[in-house]
């Protein structure tokens, strides 16, 4: 049986969404993360005129238990999108921009030149635009992080998703040592990158297991963190085990402040790419 959610999780949908952006996302035949992972966002960044670019296609070829989007066979890169991407942030004028991507296993640098492609378009066309990477982890190939630090995006972001004792759970095809890999390489290739990551709650990890998650993230150098309440799209996946009150997220944005975090974002509702632009002050 499904969980009720509690009053904290009860959103008001008074937001209404930016015609401006959703015309030019259609026009120029763009994907958004908002979209295709059904974020409980969607409509208040959409009114703000934020959206989380998704590139490579819309489906992905792991199957987290966790996650909406799609899992099917990837589709053929179009070599257009970033240029349309780039056009996109400079008609929107957007000061930060996040891009994320399905995962794409059947390319052998998992799209990282894809990404670096699109971090170029962006910085051609708005060259004081930030941009933050919302990464897959290349199945832990160096070389294809290389090619996204060496394009210098300001932040590069790859979601560790839930603690060590569930990973496998619920990102079957992922790995956590793998996944701490790849924060700490992008600190070794590039250190001028801030490197950032995201996970979920509600998922039945304990506090101590958060806390060593934390723990292994600073000992990375990861320095952006997001803790966000884990939401079942449906019934099809995992289970909510728990619908953690905002006190226990406060407490835990306290607590990876004391560990040495730069910038923490800790509440139910919080999601990877969420006001992400606060992390550098835009």
Aim: hydrophobic letters at 40%; glycine letters at 4%; proline letters at 5%.
């Amino acid at each position: 049986m499904r969980k009720r959610k509690p009053q904290w999780l009860r959103k008001s949908y008074v937001e209404v969404p930016n015609q401006e952006l959703i015309d030019i996302l259609k026009e120029l035949n763009l994907n958004t993360v908002c979209n295709e992972a059904d974020c409980p966002n969607a409509l208040e960044c959409f009114h703000q005129k934020i959206a989380t670019f998704m590139i490579l296609g819309k489906y992905c070829t792991r199957n987290c238990r966790f996650c909406n989007v799609t899992t099917d066979r990837p589709q053929i890169v179009d070599p257009d999108e970033p240029a349309r991407i780039g056009l996109a942030v400079a008609r929107l004028g957007l000061k930060y921009i996040v891009v994320t991507s399905v995962t794409r296993d059947d390319l052998p640098d998992g799209g990282a030149e894809h990404f670096a492609k699109v971090i170029r378009a962006i910085q051609k066309e708005s060259p004081d635009t930030a941009i933050e990477v919302l990464i897959p982890d290349f199945r832990g190939n160096e070389a294809a992080l290389k090619t996204v630090t060496e394009a210098n995006p300001e932040v590069i972001s790859h979601n560790m998703e839930t603690v060590k004792n569930l990973h496998s759970e619920v990102c079957p095809q992922a790995n956590y040592q793998c996944s701490l890999a790849v924060l700490g390489n992008i600190k070794k290739l590039n250190p001028l990158i801030r490197s950032k990551t995201g996970i979920m709650l509600g998922l039945g990890e304990t506090k101590e297991e958060v806390e060593e998650l934390l723990d292994d993230l600073r000992v990375v150098n990861c320095e952006f963190l997001t803790i966000g309440q884990y939401l079942a799209p449906s019934s099809e996946h995992l289970n909510v085990k728990e619908y953690v009150h905002p006190d226990l997220f406060d407490e835990y944005a306290r607590i990876a402040r004391e560990k040495g975090f730069a910038f923490v974002a800790s509440a139910p509702y919080v999601r990877s790419s969420y006001h992400a632009g606060e992390a550098l002050g835009l």
